[in-house]
């Protein structure tokens, strides 16, 4: 039921880098609306990663970033970190819900 | 900071009515433009998003939902809430309460409560 589609897995050994697609529709992406990407520690809520397609919060590492392009998105993490095994979310307004869908998340295993 | 904190049952019984309470602390509800929502992840799968609300009281619900789905806000105690009805075991998840800010393209949710499960069994 999700509109946004990610890849189940990825994986990198440590310091490399690593990127988690996110496709999404004309509804969505594709209608110019920002994409947003969260990670989930397990057993932990989702905390926002990226806001408004390529903006860090306040303390979150440069090592991630995020671009938009057309109908979808990319969240890449550089120098991965064991501590970046997570689960990791994109979420964009989509006007056939008349609010948020997510992605269908992505496990980030570090090697 | 602003903080949210979940609170209601942990076990609700099939066509039973679900209810949730956030409680925002460290700022008002009813400050700035922000919306406020509830998200919901069942057991080793994805989140989706149930519903929002505006301080100034409408409200959004997501479509799969709608029809079994109230969201409401009291400003006085600085909450809002969830009624979900006629639960079945597919509504069973970790049910999440979350401030959306908002910008012309859409809206991003920071912070996030820390998560409350219910589970729907008899």
């Known amino acids: 039921q999700s509109v946004l589609t990610q890849p189940p897995s990825v994986s990198g050994a440590p310091g490399q880098r690593v990127t988690i697609s996110c496709t999404g529709s004309s509804s969505n992406i594709g209608a110019g609306y920002d994409v947003h990407w969260y990670q989930q520690l397990p057993g932990t809520a989702p905390k926002l990663l990226i806001y408004g397609n390529n903006n860090r919060p306040s303390g979150v590492p440069d090592r991630f970033s995020g671009s938009k392009s057309g109908t979808s998105a990319s969240l890449a993490i550089t120098g991965l970190q064991a501590e970046d095994e997570a689960d990791y979310y994109c979420?964009?307004?989509?006007?056939?819900?008349?609010?948020?869908?997510f992605g269908t998340g992505t496990k980030v295993t570090v090697l | 900071q602003v903080q949210l904190q979940e609170s209601g049952p942990g076990l609700v019984k099939p066509s039973q009515t679900l209810s949730l309470t956030c409680t925002v602390s460290?700022?008002?509800?009813?400050?700035?433009?922000?919306?406020w929502s509830w998200i919901r992840q069942p057991a080793g799968k994805g989140l989706e998003w149930i519903g929002r609300i505006y301080t100034r009281g409408s409200t959004n619900y997501n479509p799969s939902l709608k029809s079994r789905v109230t969201i409401s806000v009291d400003t006085s105690k600085n909450q809002f809430s969830l009624k979900l009805s006629s639960v079945t075991a597919a509504d069973t998840a970790v049910y999440y309460c979350?401030?959306?800010?908002?910008?012309?393209?859409?809206?991003?949710?920071?912070?996030w409560g820390q998560g409350t499960l219910v589970t729907v069994s008899s």
């Open positions: 460290g700022g008002s509800i009813s400050s700035g433009s922000y919306y």
């Open positions: 979350a401030r959306a800010h908002s910008s012309g393209w859409g809206n991003w949710f920071d912070p």
């Open positions: 979420q964009s307004y989509d006007s056939s819900l008349s609010g948020s869908g």
